[in-house]
Structures are given as structure tokens and as C-alpha cells.
């Protein structure tokens, strides 16, 4: 079946720019994170989100990263006045948690590059 | 906070076994301990997970030591599309909780 998809797949940001990031999860998967992946680095993560509640937001840089999910299905990561520290991989995952433990299947990501 | 400890990077011959070990002696009775894989430009690959039992899927065999303090990731028959970062990684059950991925260990299938 489809798995995760995320667009762009590359975005390229002048410095002070907004970006919008999108992720479509697997259908009826109810969880929902965000990572961030900087050159050479493991993924960090982000936020998390529960159907359409975000639960946890602690992993954030800073005020200018933004995440939501209106609807429970799409989510889309906003980070305001990019700066070149933002420059990395971000990767969306999706789980259904089950009993015991979800595994998380992550998109392909897309690659920020601040310029 | 890191709870996995791995090697940065090893290489395994080619159809050989791949034998990645990690520990992650501070591990709780309830954690499992997950295995993912990045190939490069790619988003991280589910392999397999456990709590103590050993376990074996179509992709690879999980051996996890009797006090649950170390495992060890094997992929029997090495490809060179194995060629990847694993990573280890321990996480608590009862539902959605975010991974730590560490900086897992690079290992490379030769030829």
C-alpha cells in the first residue's frame, strides 16, 4: 500500500522566507511526528501529534517552527524566517499504535536548504 | 539522552553475515529495543523490534542477551543494498513515543 509521502521533496529558502512542509501519513494511521535531520546527524525529533491534538511539541528550536493537523490526515510543518541553521532533512513518520508498542514508518523527507 | 551505545561504522563482506551489535545497559523493564536503518537520502527503515524474546522477520534476526543489556542486529546474507546507518534504539511501550535515534553505526557491504 502507499506509504508515507512528503512535498517537496527539495526546498530552497532564501534567509527570512517562510516554508510550508507537507506530509500525507499512511491512511487511518492515528500518530504522527516530525524530525529533523541535520547533515551527518541522527533525526531529532519534533512535535507529535494525536489524530488532530498535538501532544507534544517540546522538540521545536524555537517560536518560529510551527506544526498542524487540522484534520486529522495531513499535517504541515511551517518554520517563519527561515535562517540557515534550519538548513536539514525533515522527516515525517505515521503509526497506528496497537498493542504494546507502534512502529513508525517515515516519508522520504524533504531537504531544506537555507540560503 | 543517549541510551544505546553502537560502533560508529563496520564492513561485512558481501553474502556474508552482518552481525551489528549495541548496548544499552540502562534499559527499563518495559522499554523495547527497535532497529531502523537509513540508506542514504532516504527516510529511516523499520527492520524489527523486542522486548526479550528473540525475534526473526524477512529482513533480519534480533538476539537480545538474557539481562536485556545488549542485542545484536543480523542480517544473514549481506547485499550491497544493505549498505547503510543503522541505528538502535530503545523506547517504552504503551502506545506512540518519539525515537532516539543516537548516531547509529555505518556499516558497509564490500563487494
Known sequence: GAGVSQSPRYKVAKRGQDVALRCDPISGHVSLFWYQQALGQGPEFLTYFQNEAQLDKSGLPSDRFFAERPEG???TLKIQRTQQEDSA????????PGHGTDTQYFGPGTRLTVL | DAKTTQPPSMDCAE?????????????SGNEYVYWYRQIHSQGPQYIIHGLKNNETNEMASLII??????????????TLRDTAVYYCIVRPGGGANNLF?????????IP
Open chain 2, 65 to 78: 542477551t538474557e539481562d536485556r543489556k545488549s542485542s545484536t542486529l543480523i542480517l544473514p546474507h549481506a
Open chain 2, 15 to 27: 553474502g556474508r553475515a552482518a552481525n551489528l551489535p549495541c548496548n544499552h545497559s540502562t534499559i
Open chain 1, 73 to 75: 490526515s495531513v499535517s
Open chain 2, 101 to 109: 535515534f543516537g548516531t547509529g553505526t555505518r556499516l558497509t557491504v
Open chain 1, 89 to 96: 532533512v525533515y522527516l515525517c513518520a505515521s503509526s497506528f
